[in-house]
């Protein structure tokens, strides 16, 4: 089984979780992709659900598939968020943000009264850090920002190396809030949540790409089949 058909065995998983009348915030990315087209295809069928997308990309996705969209200024709450990841920890905290739709993503799950994330198990990691850390800054004063931020790292007994990140054409990337993204080459993070914790408090930093307490539950596929994980 090839990594695509094990990203929509876990999307397929989580949708078991989705009853008629559910408000559902739609993550972005190749994993969420497969859920929000399997979703689609119940809508078709006759199931009562309304999204809210994370990324205008996810919103083209939802359009083609038939899902009735709407926004959080016009609904209170999500009953779930099904959002994937790039890494997932024991404790089920998430580095998010390689697709570059973190603020979007970390909004919608905030408020979401569960998350449930869905991946391949390649993502599960003993520690977060392998995968480069996303930082959304404001391009004002980049410099500042990129200061304030090494401090932080200092701070939590973290290091490594920063580059803006570009786009396919070479161009700097711009998310869709108009913002550049910052990653960071940490390696190892020892105290993901002190680390969320000092990186927010930078005036600079729109958002950062570490999800600490909001996922509820985690569906992972490989190669022995699904393993859900629930927070402890």
Do not use: Y
């Not at 989705?18 to 119940?42: C, I, N, P, W, Y």
């Not at 697709?99 to 990691?125: F, Q």
């Amino acid at each position: 089984m090839n990594m695509d058909q094990l990203k929509r065995q876990a999307a397929a998983r989580a949708l078991d979780e989705v009853r008629d009348g559910m408000q559902l915030g739609l993550g972005t990315g190749s994993t969420a992709k497969h859920f929000v087209e399997l979703l689609g295809e119940r809508v078709a069928a006759g199931l009562k659900v309304i999204g809210v997308p994370t990324s205008e990309a996810t919103r083209a996705d939802a359009e083609r598939c038939g899902v009735p969209l709407t926004t959080l200024d016009d609904i209170d709450r999500l009953d779930i968020t099904v959002d994937g990841a790039d890494e997932i920890d024991p404790e089920l905290n998430l580095i998010k943000g390689g697709g570059g739709a973190l603020l979007r993503e970390k909004i919608v799950a905030a408020a979401s009264d569960r998350m449930i994330v869905i991946a391949d198990d390649t993502k599960w990691v003993p520690t977060l850090g392998r995968f480069p850390l996303p930082v959304e800054v404001i391009p004002f004063g980049l410099g500042a920002t990129r200061r304030a931020i090494e401090k932080a790292f200092a701070q939590c007994g973290v290091s490594g190396q920063m580059a803006v990140r570009k786009a396919g054409d070479g161009h700097v990337f711009v998310t869709d809030g108009g913002h550049w993204i910052v990653d960071a080459q940490l390696g190892r993070i020892a105290d993901p949540a002190s680390l969320a914790k000092a990186l927010s408090a930078i005036p600079g930093v729109v958002e950062h790409g570490l999800f600490i307490g909001l996922a509820s539950s985690a569906v992972l596929a490989g190669g022995e089949g699904i393993r859900v994980i629930e927070r402890r």
